[in-house]
């Protein structure tokens, strides 16, 4: 049975930190690109970043540059999203989704596979 479930989010302030992990099983994680969305209220979910079963990160929005990074460990099936330097705006329900292949179908057309449940993000003083 195929799970992906994310952990990590919460409250904070603004110029906080969180690290958000995304634990799979079901399925080879090394055969999947992972991409994270967020969905903010009120507004359709986004990708933010992707990152390949060989590392490579692409971010699909530029406010998130230099703040947030992406690691996976494949061998104990973990993905993980570090969010430093959180502002307001990055409010949102974060999601961890499977992308079959060794590259990110997004921005325009996703190809995903598998979706985990999300987790709250709310930056706020």
């Known amino acids: 049975q195929v799970q992906i479930v994310e952990s990590g989010g919460g409250l904070v302030q603004p110029g906080g930190s969180l690290r958000l992990s995304c634990k799979v099983s079901g399925f080879t994680l090394k055969n999947y690109a992972i991409a994270w969305f967020r969905q903010a209220p009120g507004k359709e979910r986004e990708g933010v970043l992707c990152?390949?079963?060989?590392?490579?990160?692409?971010y699909y929005v530029d406010s998130v540059k230099g703040r947030f990074t992406a690691s996976r460990n494949n061998a104990k099936n973990m993905v993980f999203l570090q969010m430093n330097s959180l502002k307001p705006e990055d409010t949102a329900v974060y999601y961890c989704a499977a992308d079959y292949g060794n590259f990110c179908s997004g921005p325009v057309v996703w190809d995903i596979d598998y979706w985990g449940q999300g987790t709250q993000v709310t930056v706020s003083s």
């Open positions: 990152i390949t079963s060989s590392d490579d990160s692409t």
